[in-house]
């Protein structure tokens, strides 16, 4: 099945800043990788998605980025806010019909 | 909003007790997901079904066990609860019909076995 690793685990960063998490997979077949927001007490939703036709793909301050050669893909987050503070998950399909997700990164954004 | 409701939102159990928890959809999506949530672990995918009767596996599924008898509802039962298996349950509905599209989340459901 598909392995997904992400780093770094947690990642704290000043108002204004800009913030990159990045994840790496192991199947060639995977197609389509989502980033997922977690807020304190939440349900995870969706931020942007990509699919392996693309190779970025922006929605304001926030884009995604990915290399499939290497099999990994990035989240970058400009200008963040103190609203950005909250758990980020990527994840990818790999062949059958669910997602893998990574570990998860807690992103704190300080005034 | 996609409709999705879990129930209980929380419990408390004693260790060797069954278990059900229960998610229910109101849009006719087919594919249904369950997930457990522990730190360091992020989401784990424990069972999925892809239609009534049609279930599947994922990476965690030892000691739990699932039935999809109707498309709105997927139910997830832990047989016999262990401490292992305190976490937060999220079921969750792929809104395109498959692998390669939204997955729209439940409010989760905290278990705690005592």
């Known amino acids: 099945g598909e392995n997904v690793e992400q780093h770094p685990s947690t990642l704290s960063v000043q108002e204004g800043d800009s913030a990159v998490i990045k994840c790496t997979y192991s199947d060639s077949a995977s197609n389509y990788f989502p980033w997922y927001k977690q807020e304190l007490g939440k349900r995870p939703q969706l931020i942007i998605d990509?699919?392996?036709?693309?190779g970025e793909k922006k929605d304001q301050r926030i884009a995604v980025t990915l290399n499939k050669t290497a099999k990994h893909f990035s989240l970058h987050i400009t200008e963040t806010q103190p609203e950005d503070s909250a758990v980020y998950f990527c994840a990818a399909p790999g062949t059958a019909s669910k997602l893998t997700f990574g570990t998860g990164t807690r992103l704190q954004v300080t005034l | 909003d996609a409709g999705i409701t879990q129930s209980p939102r929380h419990k408390v159990t004693e260790t060797g007790t069954p278990v059900t928890l229960r998610c229910h959809q109101t849009e006719n999506h087919r594919y249904m997901y369950w997930y457990r949530q522990d730190p360091g672990h992020g989401l784990r995918l424990i069972h999925y079904?892809?239609?009534?009767?049609?279930?599947d596996k994922g990476e965690v599924s030892d000691g739990y066990s699932v039935s999809r008898s109707k498309t709105e509802d997927f139910l997830l039962t832990l047989e016999s609860a262990t401490s292992s298996q305190t976490s937060v349950y999220f079921c969750?509905?792929?809104?395109?019909?498959?692998?390669?599209?939204?997955?729209?989340f439940g409010e989760g459901s905290r278990l705690t076995v005592l």
């Open positions: 969750a509905i792929s809104l395109s019909g498959g692998k390669d599209g939204e997955l729209f």
């Open positions: 990509i699919r392996s036709n693309v």
């Open positions: 079904s892809y239609g009534v009767k049609d279930t």
